[in-house]
């Protein structure tokens, strides 16, 4: 389905990561949207089971067998596993990805992980800050004078994020893939961002 | 299990809620702890598959029926289905923690569900603003001047929060449950809600 956003899990995935982007995904402020733009899948090496770094369990909805070729963007989800032989598997489809022009977001240790296969050479770009790109990148990573110190980077079809990003992540990917007019994702990531009791008092301050 | 932490999950629950604290009570900066204090469980309507907002599927340790009597905390998570007749059956749940004194937590819609059935009147609380305590509430709901507009608010055994409230939630339960050091939890605190960028600048600006 070429409307499907594919998450990426491996064992040991951080919890939080995915969830606010996903949630804004399948979910207006009040509700589960009845005709959402795109529709999230989880994705892992088998259709096994994956287990978070909470110890939840999440069942996939494909293997990286059973992945669809075609979809709309491709999410790798930070944790502890990407540079297990599970982590080797998903380069060539990071490389299917780029190739095709398709969305593809790298949070945490998955944005390491890309340094690492040299997919951050022709992108501006962040991660878990500069010392740990080029320790996992080594003679890979080339591209130290594109690193940018933010919380997310957004170049072209590539949004990377260090692990406390994960708001910034989701609205820099939520901008690429047009998912609301852009005011709105502003408000859903500043309510999240300040939270519910900040906003309420610079309303009154600013009525 | 004693140290056991059950985080109660119905269908739309969301995703984003559970995610900080089930992640520092399982891990430290670094990794999976190999010696938790607690161990993380999940505790839903049936042993079947719950599906959260984003429509991400996690299996459930534990049904209502096959939950242990003994465990450390009872974590009520937020979402669209604190209305229904699975959440009726939680009621009981909640009123035997409460008797047995352990640590109640609940977050967002949980917290409205908390005021629906009197749960609220006798502590200080938060949730998703006092209106909409009050509606959920009803005759039910006697505490108004004890709602405190904040984002969470713990009292004894019971932690409150709106649904932006995620990090301030897991910050009050894990200084209730005592996980790691104050200074530790203030730190994880602060990193996630600042982010890694911000407090690389301030150590910077602050040697």
Known sequence: MKNEILYVLLNEYADHEPAFLAAAINCDERAIRTNPKYINKVVAPTLGEVRSCSGFRTVPDYSFDSMPEEYAALILIGGYQWMSEDAERVVPIVKCAIEKGIAVGAICNAASFLARHGFLNSVKHTGNGLEQLKLWGGENYTNESGYVHEQAVRDGCM????????????????????????EYIEMFYRFQKEGFVKMCQSQNEHP
């Open 159 to 182: 949004v990377t994020a260090n692990g406390s990003g994960y708001l910034e992540f989701a609205k820099e990917l939520l901008l690429l893939l047009e998912n609301d007019p852009p």
